[in-house]
């Protein structure tokens, strides 16, 4: 997470930017919807953030082989 300072300048109309610095680093769950962000900020400036699920033990991968066999099997095209 990354944070820079913002201030207004000539009475508000324009924006003077800072150096962005490094607020904290870890690993956090991202949202798959753009612009929405996936973290809040209490009014005490404290962070809630999601976390990933932690998986125990290995992903498993199911490989369907003659997926359109199986498929026609299941589902008769004829009615």
């Known amino acids: 997470?990354?944070?820079v300072t913002i201030e207004a300048t000539d009475g508000g109309y324009e924006l003077r930017i800072g150096e962005s610095r490094?607020?904290?680093e870890d690993r956090f769950e991202m949202t798959s919807i753009p612009g929405v962000?996936?973290?809040?900020?209490?009014?005490?400036g404290r962070f809630l953030?999601?976390?990933p699920e932690e998986i125990e033990g290995p992903a498993q991968l199911y490989v369907v082989l003659n997926w359109f066999e199986e498929l026609e099997r299941r589902?008769?095209?004829d009615p």
């Open 1 to 3: 997470m990354m944070a």
């Open 37 to 44: 962000a996936n973290y809040d900020v209490s009014s005490d």
């Open 49 to 51: 953030m999601v976390e």
């Open 22 to 24: 490094l607020l904290f």
């Open 75 to 77: 589902v008769p095209s």
